[in-house]
């Protein structure tokens, strides 16, 4: 059986045949730096990762694109509530969601375009939606009109037009032709960053900038163009709207992560439920919490709770386990096996992780057989399937990255996550907001971390629990 993947825009599972014969173009909607990534992120990050390990298992030559919107509304608003310049926040955080991604084994996307390096290639584009007869300039401003494009605004979403509401993303609701009209470009602001264009000095709109960089990198039609459940509306019926409107084809497949939630509950700074990767990092390894992501099917709704934690690190010590004990028995090296026909067949099929995650524990149940009957050639042969199959998801744990003698290496990681938080706390003190301060301490303390405030400055230490 052949790749098949869940097509959001047809609402079916379909094979995968990509534009161009073994090769794949693949866009992800990534990070909007304005504070560090919580977990929902790291899922997405994972998820993602697990589609591009195994298109490249199974022969096909990737460009992963990923983007990050290192300009926008809630950035703007944090760097004015912190009083530090915008990109300060916007790079800080950016560095932040890099090394989240590097600690839990992401491989790095092929290119890695930013918005404020894309502009002329907005321009260009809202020149073609005008001309074209799709946009129009009001004030400053750009908008996209939708009821130019009303014979298909709403299918990826399944919504008709006259149930939708205003796009609410601008104050300036009476420059709009039309209040479902969304905001290609805004007008500057004083204080604000700006640059020109033909419409006057602004700034790209969240949806702009992914349709024209998705494009730049992936051509005008690509294959796949990826991203969490809550970004099908509007953002991503809004870049098909754009881009098809202006004459492009682009993506063919649309793919989406279901969400997180901590409890049953939705993550909210105003609930105290965010859950980061420093929480993590005092419950368990990157492996291990790389395993938890990954474990259920990309499209499900995902519950965090520390049981559902605890149990996706016992379930991958046992896989560790028998690896370990195989290798010290038979070594480690050899030919790397083929994949059992069961494993391939779950990732082919809508990437099933958790039915090829079965086959895995299997194997593991074989080999541990194995390993107490002294069979060393059975053991030497269930060890090269589990690595084959563990190795394909990134988990492989005789490797490298994962291998125990790794563990002590993730100071530096932790490090540049915890500065973000300290760096948050200091900015509260400074205007004399202890209550905050005190909060992110707290917060701290919680995930394992204990502060120290010392004549220097702020030190901490990781606590394991």
Not at 71 to 84: H, L, N, P, Q
Not at 93 to 121: K, Q
Not at 216 to 229: E, M, R
Not at 240 to 268: C, P
């Amino acid at each position: 059986m052949s790749l098949r993947l869940y097509d959001t825009s047809t609402r079916t599972v379909r094979a995968f045949e990509p534009l161009e014969e073994g090769r794949v173009g693949m866009y992800v909607c990534g990070a909007t730096p304005q504070a560090a990534p919580h977990i929902g992120h790291l899922r997405s990050g994972v998820v993602y990762d697990v589609l591009l390990r195994w298109l490249r298992r199974s022969g096909y030559e990737v460009t992963f694109a990923r983007n990050v919107t290192d300009i926008d509304d809630k950035i703007i608003a944090v760097a004015e509530e912190r009083g530090v310049p915008w990109f300060a926040v916007a790079e800080a955080n950016y560095r932040v969601f890099t090394r989240g991604y590097d600690v839990l084994g992401c491989l790095p996307p092929t290119v890695e375009p930013r918005a404020t390096g894309h502009v002329p290639e907005m321009v260009a584009l809202m020149r073609r939606l005008i001309d074209r007869g799709h946009a129009y300039a009001s004030g400053g401003d750009v908008y996209f009109d939708v009821r130019s494009w009303a014979e298909h605004y709403g299918a990826l979403s399944n919504q008709r037009l006259e149930n939708m509401r205003s796009a609410g993303d601008t104050p300036n609701e009476d420059l709009k032709r039309d209040p479902l009209d969304f905001a290609l470009w805004k007008g500057a602001k004083p204080g604000e960053p700006f640059w020109e264009t033909p419409w006057g000095e602004g700034r790209p709109g969240w949806h702009l900038e992914c349709s024209a960089m998705s494009t730049k990198y992936l051509g005008s039609t690509f294959d796949i163009h990826g991203g969490g459940v809550d970004l099908i509306f509007p953002h991503h019926e809004n870049e098909i709207a754009q881009s098809r409107a202006a004459g492009d084809g682009f993506a063919r497949y649309w793919l989406h992560n279901g969400l997180l939630t901590v409890d049953g509950e939705k993550m909210a700074k105003s609930v105290g439920n965010v859950v980061a990767l420093p929480d993590l990092l005092g419950k368990a390894r990157p492996a291990e919490i790389r395993y938890y992501l990954a474990s259920a099917h990309y499209r499900s709704l995902m519950d965090y709770t520390d049981a559902a934690l605890a149990e996706a690190v016992s379930a991958y010590q046992r896989v560790e386990g028998f690896a370990v004990r195989a290798a010290e028995l038979v070594g480690a090296a050899g030919e790397a096996a083929a994949l059992p026909e069961a494993f391939t067949a779950a990732l082919d099929d809508d990437l099933g992780v958790p039915q090829a995650l079965a086959v895995v524990h299997e194997a593991v149940r074989e080999g541990n057989s194995a390993l107490a009957s002294g069979d060393r050639d059975a053991v030497r042969e269930r060890l090269a399937a589990v690595r084959a199959m563990i190795g394909a998801l990134g988990l492989d744990p005789l490797s490298e990255q994962w291998s125990r003698a790794g563990e002590d290496d993730l100071r530096p990681v932790v490090d540049a996550l915890v500065a973000v938080a300290l760096e948050q706390r200091q900015a509260a003190r400074s205007r004399k907001d202890y209550a905050a301060a005190d909060a992110i301490r707290d917060g701290l303390t919680e995930a394992g971390i204990v502060v120290e405030d010392t004549p220097n400055g702020p030190r901490w230490e990781l606590k394991r629990s």
